[in-house]
């Protein structure tokens, strides 16, 4: 079974104003309802093949580590990270699309196939837990995008 969540959030500003939201790491921590930190291993900020270390918290591990690389960079329309840790890759999505003079954001989060105890309890934990962080992160970064443009 494969473990996903999609959050949604259509921001009052138009895709180049969200557009830096996402695509500069760095900025991340500021809309995680958790807490968060990246930094930049190698490569150029946001760019296709950049590698970077994020630590945030999941269950049961509040400096959970994982190395992420950016897989696709679409300007204004499209952003994509694998990160990988013990469990294996876990990929984000966010689609950026016009509507109404503002920007529908669509975040998709797919877990890897895991065996064993985290193959059990992910399928029930994500939507208890994983699903209200994502809800939540796209409602901070509606927040932050809307409150400084």
Same mark, same amino acid.
């Given at each position: 079974?494969?473990?996903q969540g999609t959050a949604r959030a259509t921001i009052q500003a138009p895709p180049e104003v969200v557009w830096p939201w996402i695509a500069h790491l760095d900025k991340h921590p500021d809309y995680s309802p958790k807490p968060y930190r990246v930094e930049l291993v190698s490569g150029a900020p946001g760019a296709v093949g950049s590698i970077y270390k994020s630590v945030g918290a999941i269950p049961g591990d509040k400096n959970h580590?994982?190395?992420v690389e950016v897989t696709?960079?679409?300007p204004h329309s499209r952003f994509a990270l694998?990160?990988?840790?013990k469990l294996g890759v876990f990929t984000?999505?966010?689609? /950026?699309? %016009?509507?109404d003079g503002g920007t529908e954001v669509t975040h998709t989060l797919v877990f890897p196939k895991m065996s064993g105890l985290?193959?059990?309890m992910a399928p029930l /934990?994500? %939507?208890i837990i994983g699903q209200r962080d994502i809800d939540k992160r796209m409602a901070l970064l509606k927040t932050?995008?809307?409150s400084a443009s």
């Open positions: 079974m494969t473990v580590e994982n190395s696709e960079s679409v694998r990160a990988e840790d984000n999505s966010y689609d /950026l699309r %016009p509507v985290p193959g059990v /934990l994500f %939507p932050k995008v809307e």
